[in-house]
């Protein structure tokens, strides 16, 4: 990770769960971290506790919907004043809702793709602009995944998030061949993890916490530092290795 030192990383969705523990772990290697949230205070709160561990990077708080398009222009233009540019995107932010193909609103379909799809793409984009401009040759994107994206589970809530995922797995390999015609060597990385003990699922059954706590308690989890730690094993790759997807799962999990 030394040759990341002093350098700029964009986090998505890091004021809690796995966005959280990515940034600290970003800044305790010394990088310059752009965390975006929608929850300004919860991001200050990371960056006084980064500040309070001695860490030596740091973190920016930046508040940001990603389901609003200038709202995500206007923080990358922030960025290239404050900081010129970012050379590490990291693609954190997802939203599920329990929303069935049979019975759903389309309003709660359109906001999952909203986020996990067009966000993600749109910081994928100007993340590239943004590496290009500056003949930044050595970046990397990587789209924090689900197991969802690579197979459909027998539960109708799951089904449309499922989707969402599917497309970003599609995307970050059409996102690796368009990196190759570029003729650029920006690598692009997938992390497609199983049940993580987060806020997650409490936030997905938010009408009945009790089967958030029941899935928790089901299986021995994966922890947010799991994900932080894959991470940090992709950027520490040589910068020959193309690493496409890794898809982590509890030791318990079946599926």
């Given at each position: 990770?030394?040759?990341?030192?002093?350098?700029?990383?964009?986090?998505?969705?890091?004021?809690?769960?796995?966005?959280?523990?990515?940034?600290?772990?970003?800044?305790?290697?010394?990088?310059?971290?752009?965390?975006?949230?929608?929850?300004?205070?919860?991001?200050?709160?990371?960056?006084?506790?980064?500040?309070?561990?001695?860490?030596?990077?740091?973190?920016?708080?930046?508040?940001?919907?990603?389901?609003?398009?200038?709202?995500?222009?206007?923080?990358?233009?922030?960025?290239?004043?404050?900081?010129?540019?970012?050379?590490?995107?990291?693609?954190?932010?997802?939203?599920?809702?329990?929303?069935?193909?049979?019975?759903?609103?389309?309003?709660?379909?359109?906001?999952?793709?909203?986020?996990?799809?067009?966000?993600?793409?749109?910081?994928?984009?100007?993340?590239?602009?943004?590496?290009?401009?500056?003949?930044?040759?050595?970046?990397?994107?990587?789209?924090?995944?689900?197991?969802?994206?690579?197979?459909?589970?027998?539960?109708?809530?799951?089904?449309?998030?499922?989707?969402?995922?599917?497309?970003?797995?599609?995307?970050?390999?059409?996102?690796?061949?368009?990196?190759?015609?570029?003729?650029?060597?920006?690598?692009?990385?997938?992390?497609?993890?199983?049940?993580?003990?987060?806020?997650?699922?409490?936030?997905?059954?938010?009408?009945?916490?009790?089967?958030?706590?029941a899935l928790y308690k089901s299986i021995k989890c994966l922890q947010a530092d799991d994900i932080a730690n894959?991470?940090?094993?992709?950027?520490?790759?040589?910068?020959?290795?193309?690493?496409?997807?890794?898809?982590?799962?509890?030791?318990?999990?079946?599926?």
């Amino acid at each position: 990770m030394d040759r990341w030192k002093g350098r700029v990383a964009l986090v998505t969705g890091a004021s809690v769960g796995i966005g959280a523990a990515i940034v600290k772990s970003l800044v305790q290697h010394g990088m310059k971290v752009v965390g975006c949230a929608r929850n300004l205070q919860q991001l200050e709160n990371l960056a006084a506790e980064c500040v309070s561990s001695g860490f030596s990077g740091t973190l920016f708080p930046y508040k940001c919907d990603l389901s609003v398009e200038d709202e995500v222009l206007s923080m990358f233009s922030w960025i290239k004043v404050q900081h010129q540019g970012i050379d590490v995107c990291i693609n954190n932010a997802g939203l599920a809702l329990p929303e069935p193909l049979l019975s759903g609103k389309t309003s709660g379909w359109k906001n999952i793709m909203d986020v996990n799809v067009i966000g993600l793409s749109v910081c994928v984009r100007e993340a590239y602009q943004s590496m290009k401009e500056r003949n930044i040759d050595d970046g990397h994107i990587i789209n924090i995944n689900s197991i969802c994206g690579h197979r459909a589970v027998n539960n109708a809530d799951v089904h449309f998030y499922a989707a969402s995922k599917y497309a970003v797995t599609a995307l970050t390999e059409g996102l690796r061949q368009e990196l190759r015609e570029a003729k650029t060597h920006i690598r692009a990385t997938c992390i497609s993890p199983g049940f993580v003990e987060t806020e997650f699922a409490y936030r997905f059954f938010s009408q009945n916490p009790e089967k958030a706590e029941a899935l928790y308690k089901s299986i021995k989890c994966l922890q947010a530092d799991d994900i932080a730690n894959a991470v940090v094993y992709v950027l520490s790759a040589p910068p020959h290795v193309q690493i496409g997807d890794i898809v982590m799962r509890p030791v318990e999990q079946l599926t």
